[in-house]
T-cell receptor
């Protein structure tokens, strides 16, 4: 039961902003939106998460629509090291807290 | 902190043999997860523990798989007997559980090949 929908792949030019969309139209009020990425041959790495408000950290920004049915992860200045599979996940804070379920993600390729 | 530590990094074994994968979570984290990753099925959650207690093992494929967490600093995932279809990368992750939810930290994984 996929809770999120992401494009399978996207390319981005080095130095440009990468905008990664995610649809989560069935998200419930107590569920957070999480983003992880997985660089080849490594374990997944946490990027950012949010509930309602937009969030920013040293890695990325997360923009969540007002109805919370979709979000966008923004990598402001993509580098070659940002080439990875990016996963958008919804995760609850109660019974479903532990179920960090990964979908297929978006394969992002940053090109010189 | 050294992060989540998994051992071994690579394991090659013959079909029918017992395999034990090990994980040391980050100190102070009270949740631990085991995942399996294959090309066909992606990242699958097998089981997770809170405070050393298994909470949800619905992702464990079958009785050949078992996981234990005898204390807060150690967990094992055992496959007995192993089969070629168990070949995958197995990841362990740990997380400090808070009321507002937070991130999980993953180890580097164990690449298991069953021949």
């Amino acid at each position: 039961d996929a809770k999120t929908t992401q494009p399978p792949s996207m390319d981005c030019a080095e130095g440009r902003a990468a905008n990664l969309p995610c649809n989560h139209s069935t998200i419930s009020g107590n569920e957070y939106v999480y983003w992880y990425r997985q660089i080849h041959s490594q374990g997944p790495q946490y990027i950012i998460h949010g509930l309602k408000n937009n969030e920013t950290n040293e890695m990325a920004s997360l923009i969540i629509t007002e109805d919370r049915k979709s979000s966008t992860l923004i990598l402001p200045h993509a580098t070659l090291r940002d080439t990875a599979v990016y996963y958008c996940i919804v995760r609850g804070t109660t019974d479903s807290w532990g179920k960090l379920q990964f979908g297929a993600g978006t394969q992002v390729v940053v090109t010189p | 902190d050294a992060g989540v530590i998994q051992s071994p990094r690579h394991e090659v074994t013959e079909m029918g043999q017992e395999v034990t994968l090990r994980c040391k979570p980050i100190s102070g984290h009270n949740s631990l997860f085991w995942y399996r990753q294959t090309m066909m099925r992606g990242l699958e959650l097998l089981i997770y523990f809170n405070n050393n207690v298994p909470i949800d093992d619905s992702g464990m494929p079958e009785d050949r798989f078992s996981a234990k967490m005898p204390n807060a600093s150690f967990s094992t995932l055992k496959i007995q007997p192993s089969e070629p279809r168990d070949s995958a990368v197995y990841f362990c992750a740990s997380s400090p559980r808070t009321l507002t939810s937070t991130e999980a930290f993953f180890g580097q994984g164990t690449r298991l090949t069953v021949v």
